[in-house]
């Protein structure tokens, strides 16, 4: 079982930033592709980015391509999501996954480890 504990959610601005991190605890941290999820009040769970074991690669779904950032530093067992230009319709629940090896997770259903979520809320 892997634990996932996710943090950095607030309350922020439209056009402000944030940074959510999420830490991994153990030693096959480098071995799990890491995602992050939203789900808006209402709506269903979405995809916002993933990033290979390695870091070697990254994709982010077009609603936040060229705001957002994802990276990983697996000698900290953590991985972030950088948002930066906030906009009220980011606001939702993030949620980090993980999947041991997986190539290009898009979907939530392949990822095999869920965090709690963390709530980001952004004001207009």
């Known amino acids: 079982q892997v634990q996932l504990v996710e943090s950095g959610g607030g309350l922020v601005q439209a056009g402000g930033s944030l940074r959510l991190s999420c830490a991994a605890p153990?030693?096959?941290?480098?071995?799990?592709?890491m995602g992050w999820f939203r789900q808006a009040p209402g709506k269903e769970r979405e995809f916002v980015a993933f990033i290979s074991w390695s870091g070697g690669a990254t994709y982010l779904a077009g609603s936040v391509k060229g705001r957002f950032t994802i990276s990983r530093d697996n000698a900290k067992n953590t991985v972030y999501l950088q948002m930066n230009s906030l906009k009220p319709e980011d606001t939702a629940v993030y949620y980090c996954?993980?999947?041991?090896?997986?190539?290009?997770?898009?979907?939530?259903?392949?990822?095999?480890?869920w965090g709690q979520g963390t709530h980001v809320t952004v004001s207009s």
């Open positions: 996954a993980a999947r041991p090896w997986a190539t290009r997770p898009l979907e939530a259903n392949e990822y095999d480890y």
């Open positions: 153990g030693r096959t941290f480098s071995t799990y592709t």
